[in-house]
């Protein structure tokens, strides 16, 4: 189906055509006929198929339509805030969605698109929100802020959407979007995307929709044609890293997003990749936000070669080049691994994502196999064959719903135990059962012209850290030694 055919303005389809896309997906076929309507949407849809544009699309021609009608026109001397509100749960995504909002939105005169999100000095955010102003992409605590203190108007809200409303609910914001939820008039349209409506997310949908359109797009049960599954078992902590460098030297690497469970292990993985000669750069919330912005532009630009980065932090990355995705630690919870290896076989490309399990990853590795009903094909390299007996894996029940029950008591909520100490891993924004509710709540390291990190010790080998994610001067022996 072409997008002409689905009632967009022509200048919208002239910019999805400049954007190189000829036909529209299944979720937009779906969502936005239902959204030009006016109808509230529950829409969900695995990552990479198009959910962003169905969403962006019927809200700019809701801003075309305002232009058009002279009862709607505004006074430049007046704050009426965005007729469109977005939140996201990370500011990568809300700026990916800003830039879609951008790229669609090119051939809109005068369209205005502002980002509020944790990490950016207030003073601009202000300047944008007192302003003209069509579309507002924010996260919910740093918006929250400006509400508080008076800044952010949102009484004139005509559309508001929640994207990926299920990880904001795991991030803590129920209270934040209930809270700006009743800042926004009550006759406004409401469109959530989530990968479930199941529990505390279909209860918040029951609070914020009026007889919504529910719309269900590739479910976490998807087959990912496009994107090949690896499974490789490690002995030990050296037996991962040397699989981790055959794989990052093999040619059909183009580009590599490599997940940690958590920010240090980021750190410190990246600094040791880097040793070794890889150009590489950590991501994770603990960051600045500039840092952050520069090492999504290096990875862009193909500067980079490497990224590690945690899971909270690498939601909306969309970069095409993306070839391998390495899980080098497992995610706390099952659904984590649909949206970590979404990140590769983007744009219709094919991707690879492997899987670096040790003995003690048996559990999640199961739990991942019941959430998406399909086991993961176990692989061995030449020369780096698994010593120690496969574990016993069993096939994957249809049906299963893996560990996306909410909460619970002591360990239930999903995070698996740490073998090594015998006690579940310590809380952390980006990893861990229980994370704090605000993106901006770790304090930003210093960082200079090249963003250089502050020493610390290493977990293994005494990698030095780097100073930016250029290239370092590979030493000689490596870590391959099992």
């Known amino acids: 189906m072409t997008f002409e055919s689905l009632g967009l303005h022509e200048s919208l389809t002239k910019a999805v055509a400049d954007a190189g896309y000829e036909t529209a997906t299944e979720v937009q076929m ?3 006929p239902l959204a030009l309507a006016n109808h509230d949407l529950m829409v969900s849809s695995s990552t990479g198929s198009g959910k962003t544009a169905s969403f962006i699309l019927p809200a700019l021609q809701r801003i075309i339509a305002s232009r058009a009608d002279t009862t709607q026109r505004r006074d430049r001397s007046v704050v009426y805030g965005p007729r469109i509100l977005v939140l996201t749960p990370t500011r990568e995504l809300a700026m990916q969605v800003a830039k879609a909002a951008s790229t669609y939105g090119r051939h809109v005169q005068g369209l205005r698109v502002a980002t509020v999100v944790g990490g950016v000095p207030y003073p601009a955010q202000i300047k944008a929100l007192r302003g003209p102003l069509d579309i507002l992409i924010s996260t919910p605590g740093r918006l929250l802020d400006h509400l508080q203190t008076g800044k952010a108007v949102l009484e004139n ?14 991030m803590g914001f129920i209270d934040d979007i209930n809270t700006i939820a009743e800042h926004v008039p009550a006759a406004r349209q409401t469109v959530m995307f989530s990968a479930t409506f199941a529990g505390h997310v279909g209860r918040l949908a029951q609070n914020l929709l009026r007889d919504p359109q529910r719309i269900d797009v590739a479910s976490h049960t998807d ?5 090949e599954q690896r499974l490789h ?7 991962k890293n040397a699989l981790l460098d055959h794989i990052l030297t093999e040619r059909s690497m183009e580009q590599a997003l490599v997940f940690t469970s958590t920010q240090r292990d980021a750190d410190w993985l990246a600094d040791r990749l880097a040793e070794m000669g890889h150009a590489v750069a950590s991501l994770h919330g603990g960051m600045p ?3 952050r912005n520069r090492v999504l532009q290096g990875l862009r630009s193909q500067q980079l070669k490497v990224l590690v980065a945690t899971d909270v932090a690498a939601r909306g990355i969309d970069v095409p080049s993306i070839s391998h995705v390495i899980n080098y630690g497992l995610p706390m919870k099952a659904e984590d691994y649909v949206h970590r290896i979404g990140r590769t076989g983007r744009a219709g490309r094919n991707g690879l994502a492997i899987t670096l399990g040790e003995r003690m990853d048996t559990g999640m590795i199961r739990r991942i196999q019941q959430f998406t009903t399909q086991s993961i094909p176990v692989a061995t390299i030449e ?3 698994p010593k120690s007996p496969e574990p016993r894996m069993y096939a994957p029940r249809p049906g299963g719903d893996g560990d ?3 909460g619970g008591f002591g360990n239930r909520s999903g995070a698996p135990a740490n073998k090594r100490f015998g006690k579940p891993f310590a809380p952390s924004r980006d990893g861990g059962g229980y994370p704090p509710r605000r993106e901006e709540g770790f304090a930003p390291r210093s960082a200079g012209p090249f963003d250089r990190a502050p020493a610390r010790r290493a977990p293994e080998g005494g990698a030095a850290p780097r ?3 250029k290239p370092a001067r590979p030493r000689s022996g490596g870590f391959n030694n099992r």
């Open 157 to 170: 809200v005509e559309l508001l959407v929640l994207d990926e409303a299920d990880r904001m609910l795991d």
């Open 467 to 469: 100073s930016d994610f």
């Open 30 to 32: 779906k969502a936005i």
């Open 223 to 227: 087959t990912h044609e496009n994107i």
């Open 404 to 406: 996306s029950r909410p």
């Open 289 to 291: 936000q500039g840092r």
């Open 233 to 239: 078992w490690a002995d030990n902590h050296h037996h």
């Open 383 to 385: 020369g780096l064959e």
